[in-house]
């Protein structure tokens, strides 16, 4: 093992790390903020200026939080549910490339932590094992409400997977390659979001679903059930969840940017390399916004029309969306002429307003 | 004693210790936690066995989605529980026959083909890479490919059936 290597990676994994737990920080500031200004408020603004120090405020108090644990919990599980929620989020970022390779002390170095050829099955396989946090936590705090939120949460992770794996098909066959770095390199020219636009969309929804973000945050529908799976959790066990939430989301919106909205290419990128993560920032930010956006806009879905979604309109538009990709990438070898990729774009949209016309009285009302 | 040893004996142990706190945890979640546990440390040897494709898949498969399943249905029927007596009286003895025959024959097998697992050593290389694997399962092992496809189809569209609504029976 090459010690340099070794002292790389470990300087890129503590920088990963940082940025995430300070990303956390600030993100539920920014969400504040806007969601004030949408429902015309100021938001926080009394810590320092602007309220720039209200994230330090809010951690400094949680810390001295009094920590609870129910009698009749599992003691055990109960302790390690947060951080099993937390752990995911967090390396889920690891194959994502925030930027080209850079010239630093005569090494070149890549702005990813691991370049791995299987790198959107490693996604996937961190994404279903997140799940097992919010489960454990409902099961093992010995509470009805808890249990339903875990259970409920389970139940809708499960089903919305299938729809994100299916999504994640689109930019794998347009690259021919299941490696993150070069699927962002496949899309120098164009973005795949314009040969996926209804990839995009139902990559953004589920994964809207998989971060439990509203309107799909049923396991923690504060009418039905108080709190849902982290009920009886405070203190920093409480932030633990709540960090692994905003964490996700910034994991999920770099996601989506580097399959759908060409990762860290931008104009002059190639002359500058150092331009790469800020382009990448500034989508990731971009795509934030649009999460507390929804927040914002959208009421929560019902329990049961939240499946009814997933399941009769979602999974058959990813199954369509797979299978029309494959064939505009047929057509498109057929007569050795890359014009015929639009296809995809015009057949999945056509499919799409199928779908939905068809399916139309099947969520909002209607029989079930 | 290579590192390689040295992380496989380690793996191993982990492997085993899960296997059996699977098998001996009063407490169903425990098990199927162990059994997550048990899946993962596969996962990792596959990893060793430079299989990185089959690795991940195992972790999505088997870890991810149907442990999540059989969690979903241990909490949701409240079985958390088991009793001690097995139902039957015939099923200890008899799995602790089976599995006895198992290890002997494993055991067998490793010492008298020792020098002899000649496939081994040519499969590794880039024989996990996803292109290789898709080549050989849409040129070689196509039959078989497309069996399981059928099998998968039938299986999900029994589920269906089986869930039908009122209105369709």
Same mark, same amino acid.
């Given at each position: 093992m090459d010690w340099a290597l070794l002292t790389e990676w470990t300087i890129k994994s503590l920088a990963l790390i940082l940025a995430l737990l300070g990303g956390f920080a600030y993100l539920t500031l920014f969400e504040r903020k806007v969601l004030a200004r949408f429902q015309v408020r100021i938001g926080p603004n009394r810590a320092g200026p602007f309220g720039i120090l209200q994230p330090v405020a809010d951690g400094i108090k949680l810390i001295f939080k009094e920590e609870l644990i129910p009698a009749k919990a599992d003691k055990i599980i109960f302790i390690l549910?947060?951080?099993?929620?937390?752990?995911p989020a967090?390396?889920?970022?690891?194959?994502v490339p925030f930027g080209p390779a850079i010239q630093l002390f005569g090494r070149t170095i890549s702005l990813q932590i691991v370049?791995?050829?299987?790198g959107v099955l490693y996604i996937m396989a961190i994404a279903s094992i997140s799940v097992y946090g919010i489960v454990l936590a409902g099961w093992s705090s010995n509470n009805k409400y808890a249990t339903l939120g875990g259970i409920r949460s389970s139940a809708q992770m499960i089903s919305y997977e299938l729809a994100l794996g299916l999504a994640f098909t689109g930019p794998i066959l347009l690259t021919s390659s299941l490696s993150l770095s070069e699927i962002v390199e496949a899309q120098r020219g164009i973005w795949f979001v314009l040969y996926q636009p209804v990839g995009a969309f139902i990559f953004w929804i589920s994964t809207l679903a998989e971060v439990n973000r509203a309107p799909f945050d049923m396991p923690e529908a504060e009418q039905e059930l108080t709190a849902g799976y982290h009920t009886e959790y405070s203190g920093m066990k409480f932030a633990l969840f709540f960090m692994a939430e905003y964490i996700k989301m910034i994991a999920v919106s770099a996601i989506a940017v580097t399959l759908f909205f060409g990762g860290y290419r931008g104009p002059f990128v190639d002359q500058v390399p150092l331009l790469g993560p800020?382009?990448?920032?500034?989508?990731?930010?971009?795509?934030?916004?649009l999460m507390v956006w929804v927040r914002a806009t959208l009421p929560r879905i019902r329990y049961d029309r939240l499946m009814a979604f997933g399941w009769k309109i979602l999974f058959s538009l990813a199954l369509g969306n797979a299978m029309l990709t494959a064939l505009g990438i047929l057509l498109a070898d057929a007569f050795q002429n890359p014009i015929w990729l639009w296809s995809i774009p015009l057949m999945?949209?056509?499919?799409?307003l199928l779908v939905v016309y068809w399916m139309r009285g099947s969520i909002a009302g209607g029989n079930r | 004693m290579n590192a390689d040893f040295v992380l496989f004996g380690g793996l191993a142990i982990v492997t085993v210790l899960s296997a059996l706190g699977m098998l001996f945890s009063r407490n169903a979640v425990y098990s199927a936690l162990y059994l997550i546990f048990n899946f993962s440390t596969v996962a990792v040897f596959y990893l060793m066995l430079s299989a990185p494709f089959i690795a991940l898949a195992q972790i999505t498969v088997y870890a991810g989605a149907i442990m999540v399943l059989f969690l979903f249905v241990i909490m949701l029927l409240?079985?958390?529980?088991?009793? *001690?007596?097995?139902?039957?009286?015939?099923?200890?003895?008899?799995?602790?026959?089976?599995a006895a025959i198992l290890i002997l024959e494993g055991i067998y097998l490793i010492f008298t083909h020792r020098t002899s697992f000649p496939a081994l050593q040519q499969t590794l290389g880039d024989f996990g890479d996803p292109l290789q694997i898709g080549e050989l399962m849409f040129s070689n092992y196509l039959l078989a490919f497309e069996a399981v496809a059928l099998l998968l189809l039938v299986a999900v569209i029994g589920a269906i059936f089986l869930? *039908?609504?009122r209105k369709f029976r």
């Open positions: 549910a947060p951080i099993i929620t937390v752990v967090l390396v889920i970022m690891a194959v370049e791995l050829n299987v800020i382009y990448f920032l500034l989508k990731v930010v971009g795509f934030l916004f999945t949209i056509a499919f799409f | 409240g079985a958390e529980q088991t009793g *001690r007596t097995p139902p039957t009286w015939w099923m200890q003895p008899l799995a602790l026959t089976l869930s *039908r609504g």
